[in-house]
């Protein structure tokens, strides 16, 4: 049990490493998008299914509340979090279309949506960054490694690994740091030295 411990352990940091540091200069541009979004009043849709709901819900929770600063609610939402929307429209519709509806009804052009699939094939997911790129939204894909989602968003963060948990691991450590940047990109005084 020892071994699987710190073997899983080494293959989550491992994992996480490369990501990162394959891919600073897109998680930069990622955190400029979201900031500008933002500032000029537009708002970011998170969506995905199973653990990729909850990482959209942990990822607005921290945009709207607070990530490590004090500072004003962000706008942004999960599209995972209305059982009455998502069971009406599996129901009367499709589940292929939950998320695409919602977008359909909350985003505008500009606002930014972000679509989180760790297969990177979930049809609601793809149907949903379609529909947003059709709006003019700006669409952002974090995948394993890629799949539908990556052919159709505007950027797309790819993780290179074939083990679920890893990917997700990854995911919710690039949504804490995207965070991290957004608040240093918006309030940088909260970060000045005294």
Known sequence: MKKIILDILQDSINVKDRFIKNNVDLIERGADILAS????????????????????????????????????????????TDTSII??????????????????????????????????????VVNAIQTAKNIGMFTIGLTGRGGEIAACSDLVFAVESDTTARIQETHITLGHILCDLVDRILFPEKFSDP
Do not use: C, M, W
């Open 37 to 80: 979004g933002i500032v000029s009043g537009h708002k970011i849709l998170i969506f995905g299914n199973g653990g990729s709901a909850a990482d959209a819900q942990h990822i607005a929770a921290e945009f709207v509340n607070r990530f490590q600063i004090e500072r004003p609610p962000l706008a942004a939402l999960a599209l995972t």
């Open 87 to 124: 069971t009406s429209i599996g129901n009367d519709y499709h589940f292929d279309e939950i998320f695409s509806k919602q977008i359909a009804a909350l985003g505008r052009k500009n606002d930014i949506a972000v679509g989180i699939s760790t297969s990177g094939s979930s049809k609601n």
